[in-house]
């Protein structure tokens, strides 16, 4: 790895740790007099006091040289590196920038289990963001299985858009404020990458693809303003997109699925400017309806195909959002889905959402409808707007309605009635009001 001359190659790169092992040979080898006795943690094994030191960020566990002369070393071959790790304080990004390339420099090449790296806080961004790309390139060739990076800029995301990572033992990759796209998200060159969490990222690219994640976290990013991005995960068994702004992405099938939350954000561009619940009010004006159909395919199904393979499932959005109803022309059936929580938006247009997904849902045994936010008028005009035009049963297995709801009016009164004309009996409809949160999303 080729660092920077003015960080490493000055001529005191060498003894950036001496000061404190020179301290450390007045002890020599001799055994510590401790009140206790017997010296427990110095018997132990040096596989296992790596371990210990693996848990320290990485300047404490340096420091432990001065300790005797067995710790010299010992800090040189720790299995994971915590670079500026919670409660370090540094002078300026230089001298972390310093800390960390003269760490890296003087280890031992070891397998890395984990590596993190967070950026300086505030300052210059040019320089605390410097050498993470580097340092993210030495975690790959020391054969990281985790590897995190958190930047700590409030101005500034560091953009890893030119960057691909290929690498045969990454498992677990995390990034925080960092702005990605091109060949970064493109993982086939991580073949048992199976966790990825992104949270306050922004991501510029075309397509998301690895044919081994297993687990796919998104949380208070943003997608393309100008396109869709393309999600290729066929092995995903959890994903989370939550309060993400832009446009929604597409989600190609992902026939391992089990659980997927999916919170859309008020600035989700995929709404109606016009109150259209459809997206086709047909203004070129509107931002929401003419560019979602403009990079909307007619032979694609957004969402929808991408969900229904999984049994847990939570839709949360206000009313306006209207990317999932045009999902409504393909009548994807969810043959699997057991568990289905939905907000107010499956309320507007007569229920549509409502209706929909429990007609498309055969083995359904719990429906949840979370209505914090929603006006009576946009869910229904009058008492006799609703008129099906087909009868049906829903799920035999459903065992239980509840509907968290703010107050019971006529509106909650209509659901029931609804339910009800389909075969659910008002035993099994447990109306909760004074409802106030939505719970849980991102972890």
């Known amino acids: 790895m080729e660092m920077a001359p003015t960080a490493l190659g000055c001529s005191g790169a060498g003894h950036l740790f001496d000061g404190m092992a020179e301290r450390s040979?007045?002890?020599?080898?001799?055994?510590?007099?401790?009140a206790g006795g017997e010296d427990h943690i110095g018997a132990l094994p040096d596989v296992l006091l790596q371990q210990v030191l693996s848990l320290l960020p990485s300047r404490e566990a340096v420091r432990t040289c001065v300790l005797a002369a067995r710790w010299r070393t010992l800090w040189r071959s720790v299995p994971s590196i915590h670079i500026n790790s919670a409660g370090e304080i540094y002078r300026n990004p230089l001298a972390l920038s310093m800390f960390a390339n003269y760490l890296l420099l003087l280890r031992d090449r070891t397998a890395l289990h984990?590596?993190?790296i967070n950026s300086y806080y505030g300052g210059d961004s040019e320089e605390a963001?410097?050498?993470?790309?580097?340092?993210?390139?030495?975690?790959?060739?020391?054969?990281?299985?985790?590897?995190?990076?958190?930047?700590?800029?409030?101005?500034?995301?560091?953009?890893?858009s030119n960057m691909s990572l290929l690498t045969q033992h990454l498992a677990r990759l995390e990034l925080c404020s960092v702005e990605v796209g091109g060949r970064f998200l493109d993982f086939s060159g991580c073949p048992v990458l199976k966790v990825l969490k992104m949270e306050h990222c922004t991501i510029n690219a075309g397509r998301i693809s690895s044919q081994s994640l297993s687990h796919l976290i998104i949380c208070y990013g943003s997608f393309m303003s100008n396109g869709r991005t393309r999600i290729s995960a066929p092995s995903l068994v959890t994903l989370e997109l939550d309060e993400f702004m832009g446009y929604t992405p597409l989600l190609e099938p992902m026939p391992s699925l089990i659980r997927a939350f999916l919170r859309f954000a008020e600035n989700c561009r995929d709404r109606c400017d016009n109150g259209n619940y459809f997206g086709d009010c047909g203004s070129q004006l509107c931002g929401g309806c003419y560019y979602s159909n403009y990079y909307y395919d007619n032979d694609d199904c957004m969402l929808l195909q991408g969900l229904s393979g999984t049994k847990n499932l939570e839709l949360i959005s206000q009313s306006q959002l209207f990317i999932g109803r045009m999902d409504f022309k393909w009548h994807v059936m969810f043959s699997q889905l057991k568990t289905l929580l939905l907000s107010e938006w499956c309320m507007a247009a007569d229920f549509s959402g409502l209706i929909y997904f429990v007609q498309h849902?055969?083995?359904?045994?719990?429906?949840?409808l979370h209505l914090k936010y929603y006006e009576e008028e946009s869910a229904?005009?009058?008492?006799?707007?609703?008129?099906?035009?087909s009868r049906f049963l829903v799920s035999k297995h459903l065992k239980l309605v509840e509907i968290k709801c703010r107050k019971e009016d006529e509106t909650i009164h209509q659901i029931v009635k609804i339910l009800?004309?389909?075969?659910?009996?008002?035993?099994?409809?447990?109306?909760?009001?004074?409802?106030?949160?939505?719970?849980?999303?991102?972890k």
């Open 380 to 389: 229904i005009e009058t008492e006799e707007s609703y008129n099906p035009r």
């Open 420 to 442: 009800g004309t389909h075969g659910v009996p008002p035993e099994r409809i447990n109306i909760k009001p004074n409802f106030h949160d939505y719970g849980l999303g991102c």
């Open 129 to 160: 963001f410097r050498y993470i790309e580097l340092w993210m390139r030495y975690a790959v060739s020391c054969e990281a299985r985790v590897l995190r990076v958190h930047v700590k800029n409030e101005l500034k995301n560091l953009c890893l």
């Open 25 to 34: 040979e007045d002890a020599g080898d001799s055994k510590p007099d401790l």
């Open 361 to 368: 849902s055969p083995v359904l045994e719990r429906l949840t």
């Open 114 to 116: 984990e590596c993190e």
